[in-house]
């Protein structure tokens, strides 16, 4: 184990699997129950969401890559546009810099998702909660895994 944890930065500890790379640790393992991606029938359902709208909802399924349909799963399983409003998003999204509109679509608000990927997955990024604020001194970081504290 040893060799593994210097090598992979991974270890066991007790009966759960720590590690620093999901990518290099999954060169090694099958980790494929850890790791979904959202099926193209997953992306339909999430672009229906009324709390999103998307202008051309098939050109994003089309074009959703493997980082956007991991993003769409979390998202999904984390139920967030279900327990928070697009206008609390789009305020707090304005607190790190991150443009969020809204329209109103048979007269409820929804997230317009933009056509650009490089601003889609910004929004995903930021839906899937991977911005955050310091506790100490309040500055924005932006996170690629998350632990409770």
């Known amino acids: ?16 699997l720590k590690f620093l790379s999901f ?3 999954r060169q090694i393992f099958d980790l494929s129950a850890y ?4 099926t193209t029938t997953d ?5 229906q969401i009324n709390t999103v709208h998307f ?15 991991r993003k769409v799963t979390l998202i999904s399983q984390s139920q967030i546009l279900d327990n928070v409003d697009p206008a609390t998003i789009q305020r707090v999204a304005r607190t790190f810099g991150i443009n969020v509109q809204t329209v109103s679509v048979g007269g409820q608000d929804a997230i317009a998702m933009p056509a650009g990927k490089a601003d889609l997955k910004k929004i995903l990024r930021f839906l ?10 309040s500055r924005n ?7 409770p504290a």
């Not at 992306?43 to 672009?47: D, G, H, I, P």
């Not at 202008?55 to 349909?69: C, E, K, L, M, T």
Request: hydrophobic share 45%; no cysteine; charged share 15%.
């Open 35 to 38: 790791y979904v991606e959202a």
């Open 141 to 147: 970081f932006v996170t690629n895994s998350k632990g």
């Open 128 to 137: 899937d909660e991977d911005y955050y604020q310091s506790a100490l001194q």
């Open 43 to 47: 992306l339909q359902a999430f672009a």
């Open 55 to 69: 202008a051309n909802a098939q050109a994003f399924v089309d074009g959703a890559d493997s980082w956007i349909r």
């Open 1 to 16: 184990m040893e060799g593994l944890n210097r090598i992979f930065g991974a270890a066991i500890i007790g009966s759960s």
């Open 23 to 25: 990518h290099l640790l």
